[in-house]
Each structure stands twice: as C-alpha cells, then as structure tokens.
C-alpha cells in the first residue's frame, strides 16, 4: 500500500514541477478571466437596474457567485484532461502503462492533482490584488456548515470534473477525433453547470432536472453552498447524496471504457 502510495506522489511531485515551469500561462489566465468578470459585472449591473432583487438574490449575492464561480474553475475545472488522455491513446504513449504496474486512472488523476494545486493558487493573485476593488460587491455567508458540506462537495466536483474528461478522453479507442464531443460536453456544462448564470434562475421546471445531472455537481452545487444559494442544510445534504451516486456511476464508467477500449487497442509506438 505505502510502495503504491508513494509511486503516485512521485508521479505528483512530476507533474508538480512540469506544471510550475509554465505558472506565468496559468498566471495569465487567471488574470484574462477577471476581464470576462469584467464583461459580468457590467451585464448583471444592466440586469439589476431598477431591482434589488433577481429570483430573492441581490447583486452583491449574484456578482459573489460568479467571482467564486472563477476561482472554483481554476481549482477543480479540468482544462485539457481529456486531450492529453486522447493524445496517449492516439500517439501510442499508452501502451508504456500496459506493460507496467501503473493505473493509468491513478497515473492520470495525480497529473490533475497537480495541476489544480497550481492554478488553484495561481488564481489567488488577481483575486487578492482585485479585492480592494470588488469588496463592496462580495458578500459571503459566515455559517460554519457550510465549509463543514461544501468541502466534501468540492472534492466530489472535481471527481466528476476529471471523470467525465477522463471518460471523454477514452472515447478515443473508438473515435480518431473527439474535439467534437468535448466541445458539446463543455456546451452542456456551460449552461446546466451554471457558468453563464446562476441554475435558481431557471425555470423551476428546468432547475429541478437539472439537479438529477451531472454539471449541476461540477460547479454550481459546491459554488451554491459556499455564497449562500443553498440555504438549507438537508438539500445539500440530498445534494451530497445524488453527487456521490455520479461519482460511482462515472468511475464505474471510466473502468467500462477502459476494459472495452483496450480490446480494441492495437499497440502501434509508445
């Protein structure tokens, strides 16, 4: 256990240093996304003209959710996941893990890992020089369940974050081309994950079907708990519930692509 423990942390530690030679990327990533807060802050100013409320929401309440909507992406989103994973398939670099005791999951999963921890601190930068400009439009809740709820539910977020790229990405034992299928999952993501606007401002229909799917536990449910979109501690823990049932159903997904994929593999390089 410790011999496998410590094979992945060194995979970590790899990934870890490849991610920092290229930090000044992720830096300035992180500083673009504060001109699409920008774009948000002036749409939902429009938006709230005249109003000090949208669906029993304030601005400030709306403008929070989409600043930790950012700073949540950088840390759990899973940017090219699935590339790389197509990449190996496609360029034969996968067959190095088939012929040693490595999980290419496990492999895979510590490369994110690592990735995450850079541009989830990254991020913190522009949050923190922006913050003198931004803190009279920020308003968090201070109730300790909800770090005590939306910590587990961040960590499930990024299981189905990198679970659904790592499935996507397998798609490429059958597909020589998958930007098609990735550009549709992002599209869903987008709009039934919450990142063009909060899911409570649905229709009530839409919202309540929405919360059976997947994206609604990629962003919207650890971002809702932690800025106060939830109020109620026995729906986040219903919520809590349904995520960890789709974080089996897409790992158990992923070792399904994987077993079936490998049938298909023909070991040409690596």
């Not at 920008?38 to 429009?46: D, E, H, Q, R, S």
């Not at 910590?151 to 081309?177: D, K, N, T, V």
């Not at 998958?178 to 039934?192: F, K, P, T």
Request: aromatic fraction near 18%.
């Amino acid at each position: 256990m410790l011999s496998t423990l410590n094979k992945y942390r060194a995979v970590f530690s790899v990934g870890l240093q490849s991610n920092l030679v290229y930090r000044m990327n992720f830096a300035i990533r992180g500083f673009f996304s504060f001109f699409h807060l920008i774009v948000v802050f002036i749409l939902w100013t429009a938006a709230y003209t005249g109003s000090k409320a949208i669906g029993g929401f304030s601005f400030a309440q709306t403008f929070t959710y989409f600043v930790a909507l950012i700073v949540v992406q950088f840390m759990i989103g899973a940017f090219n996941e699935d590339y790389q994973i197509s990449e190996d398939i496609r360029n034969g670099l996968i067959n190095q893990f088939l012929l040693k005791p490595v999980n290419y999951f496990a492999y895979r999963f510590s490369i994110y890992l690592s990735a995450r921890l850079v541009t989830g601190l990254l991020i913190l930068l522009p949050v923190l020089l922006s913050y003198p400009l931004l803190k009279d439009y920020l308003v968090l809740p201070t109730d300790l369940w909800r770090l005590t709820l939306g910590l587990p539910a961040l960590a499930m977020s990024a299981l189905i974050q990198f679970g659904i790229a790592y499935c996507f990405g397998l798609m490429s034992f059958w597909f020589l081309e998958i930007q098609g299928l990735v550009i549709l999952s992002m599209a869903l993501e987008s709009v039934l994950g919450g990142q063009i606007f909060p899911l409570d401002l649905m229709p009530e229909w839409l919202f309540r079907i929405s919360q059976y799917l997947p994206y609604y536990y990629q962003m919207y449910f650890p971002v809702a708990i932690f800025t106060g979109r939830i109020n109620d501690p026995t729906l986040v823990l219903n919520g809590l519930l349904i995520q960890a049932c789709w974080v089996l159903v897409i790992m158990a997904l992923g070792q399904v692509l994987w077993r079936r994929g490998l049938r298909l593999h023909t070991a040409v390089g690596g």
